[in-house]
């Protein structure tokens, strides 16, 4: 009787962990919307996203700074585009700031970073609690893909917890 009831207890601390886990990465996606979505929505309103050389392009735009800063000024937070270059992601245009206060452009997405394996699979990742230069984010990526489905970036964007 009493094993029982440890095991209840267990599988209930079990089933609130999740949900609670669950619950949580679903809110932290749902923060970053707005933001995500008006990301897309403007570099898509360029053209089709493609790689010429190193740089990534949306229609015939090269990507710059001026389309997180827009993002950033109307939504607040983080915003990044990054490009695929063999197997890292490298941001190409960031509200980010590295330690020391520089622009980040031109750093690489950590390899330790969860949203790798996601992104190479061409799919989105949202999670709470990433370090990016020193600070905690809620943070979401999603797959930048050219016209044949292949993944080329990500689309970035964040709040400092």
């Not at 190193?54 to 997180?68: A, E, I």
């Not at 827009?70 to 915003?79: I, L, S, T």
């Not at 992104?119 to 050219?146: C, H, M, Q």
Request: proline share 2%; net charge neutral; aromatic share 6%.
């Amino acid at each position: 009787m009493q094993r029982r009831s440890i095991l209840n207890l267990i599988a209930i601390s079990c089933f609130i962990a999740t949900t609670t886990l669950i619950l949580g990465l679903g809110s932290a996606q749902t923060s970053l919307d707005a933001a995500m979505t008006t990301l897309i929505t403007n570099t898509q309103k360029l053209g089709a996203p493609k790689l010429e050389g190193r740089d990534l392009y949306f229609g015939t735009t090269k990507v710059d700074n001026s389309l997180v800063d827009a993002v950033a000024k109307g939504h607040g937070g983080a915003v990044t585009l990054l490009v695929k270059s063999g197997g890292e992601y490298v941001r190409c245009a960031t509200t980010l700031k590295k330690e020391d206060g520089s622009d980040a452009v031109g750093t690489v997405l950590e390899a330790t970073n969860p949203a790798l394996a996601k992104l190479n699979s061409g799919e989105a990742y949202y999670g709470r609690n990433e370090t990016v230069f020193g600070k905690l984010y809620i943070i979401g990526y999603e797959p930048i893909k050219d016209t044949s489905g292949v993944v080329i970036g990500a689309y970035s964007v964040g709040r400092e917890q």
